[in-house]
């Protein structure tokens, strides 16, 4: 199994930035690919970003040129991951989740950040 934690959310006025962080832990080595999804009240989870294991990205096109994912997979005990999402907008208010997948065991999800942009 894996455990997420996700942590860098707050409140931010429009146009400003925020980095998310995502650690995991436990079952690290099967990591296969590592995603960002975020929802917003009322809405349906959506994906914002996508890495896999071969380092090939995806990036939602609502957040394409303001959005970059990256990660540090270097450490023996934990998987870094990283949601940098600058020029944000009022619409970018939403909980943000990490997630992760191991192939054959399935798909693992942090507890989520707050992301709140003011107008």
């Known amino acids: 199994q894996v455990q997420l934690v996700e942590s860098g959310g707050g409140l931010v006025q429009a146009g400003g930035s925020l980095r998310l962080s995502c650690v995991a832990s436990g079952d690290i080595n099967d990591i296969n690919a590592m995603c960002w999804y975020r929802q917003a009240p009322g809405k349906q989870r959506e994906l914002v970003a996508e890495?896999?294991?071969?380092?090939?990205?995806?990036?939602?096109d609502a957040v394409k040129d303001r959005v970059t994912i990256s990660r540090d997979n270097t450490k023996k005990t934990v998987y870094l991951q990283y949601l940098q999402m600058n020029s944000l907008k009022h619409e970018d208010t939403a909980v943000y989740f990490c997630?992760?997948?191991?192939?054959?065991?399935?798909?693992?999800w942090g507890q989520g950040a707050q992301v709140t942009v003011s107008s």
């Open positions: 997630k992760s997948t191991i192939p054959m065991k399935g798909h693992y």
């Open positions: 890495m896999s294991y071969d380092s090939s990205v995806n990036i939602a």
